[in-house]
């Protein structure tokens, strides 16, 4: 499953396909998903890396989503709960059933969130993770010893999902690939093409070669997140915007800042989200803000006033005081919400909308990682419809993603890979050399990056160490030192010179840049 068995299919297909998605992130890559597992020819066209954007910069969690709850988005609720229970059953080996405490420091606390979590845990139904408890002052100190006790009247422990999205994002590709699916990175879309004014295509640029293809399809489905006007717009020039960008980030500290297995959850900041601290990787996540966005980066970064409102809401509930000393990296994404009336970011729901354009174009629009599935479902029922393909139902309700494997381990280094963990290891058996680390400060060895280029797409330096591994999220400047080593195993696996290998570091040390906090 490389890019290039996938590219060598892309040229070597000789018919119309029957659907072609425009985006690689976790709505074009579950629509890839379903539309092949139902037998349709697919091809998918991503002009970054999988899951490039916002796609691997999430919290990390499939929840329900409390504050949605406290909106009173029922819908949407109910939705994400279903939906988490069928992710944790078809990937068991990468969603995990995740402890959260919600501290109390005022008496009506404990009542209201031990009320409204009986009601979250009553509205999962039989895919709950668990029932939610109120919790004594001591137990919650003993679970989460480093929360400020001063105040504390004790806190309320309820149950949701936790994953690694860039890995569930790889799998999926991989899932797509098994059912028959065409996949390519740096593929750029620079056109539509249309036949009385229907589109039946696109053209499109491979950005390693240079080389142009144009691309026949009976659908075209965008699902290009943050970037969905800008294909709406090649589409109809001079289209109204739909998508309301807002920027999340979230610092990487420590375990000691939080030790032990719960997170944190604190249902109202001065902005009014909800922050989390939840163990990931050995590593802790805090996050997040809301910040609305005039410019669409593809690699955008922190604010400063953004990394000093999360270390001084963190500051806040914790014993030990996080400075910027602390950070091992800050990542920053852009949720791609739909338009509303709403006056904050916060407000606006994240529910997804499909839509059918004049010409044809199927557009799928915000929506979260939670509810991938039945967005891809949802978008390619509307998209089948359009083309006038046969009928046949969506059977990724039942589907095993790629790597499938129960485990109740998620504290090895590689629990991810699932089933392919015997693959990597099979490479460390036929040479011992693979199973060095790339450094010392992080879990991955150089068989990982084999298997990367080997079996997930990965081309690059940064696709290695910032979604094939999770290196530029669990210690940027880690991950920076490492970058030789990727480097020249890369070259040496793909056959390139000195040369490139200079311009992959050049690029890579530009990107870490944006994962490590300015010193004051």
Known sequence: MNRAAHLHKLENFKSSWDILVIGGGASGLGAAVDAASRGYSTILFEQFDFAKGTSSRSTKLVHGGVRYLQQGNIKLVLEALRERGLLKKNAPH???????????????????YGVGLKVYDWMSGSLGLGASERLSTEEVLQLAPTLDAEGLRGGVLYHDGQFDDARLAVNLAQTAANSGATLLNYFSVTGLLKTNGQINGVQVRDQI??????VTARVVINATGVFSDSVQQMDEPGKPTSIAPSQGIHLVLDKSFLPGEAAIMIPHTDDGRVLFAVPWHNKIIVGTTDTPVDHIDAEPVAQEAEIDFILHHAARYLTKDPTRADIKSVFAGLRPLVKSTAKKTAEISRDHLVTVSPSGLVSILGGKW????KMSEDVVNTAAVYAQLPYRDSVTKDLSIHGAQPTDDFNTDDYYYGTDTAGINALIAANPAMGELIHPDLPYTKAMVLWAVKEEWAITVEDVLSRRTR??????????????????????LMGHDAGWIARELEAFEKVVQGYLPKER
């Open 209 to 214: 070669s240079g080389k142009e293809y144009e």
């Open 370 to 373: 939670t509810t991938y599935r």
């Open 471 to 492: 290196a530029i999220l669990l210690d940027a400047k880690a991950a920076l030192a490492a970058a030789p080593v990727v480097a020249g195993l890369l070259s040496e």
């Open 94 to 112: 990468l969603v995990k059933n995740q402890s959260f405490i919600v501290p109390n420091y005022k008496w009506w606390e404990g009542p209201y």
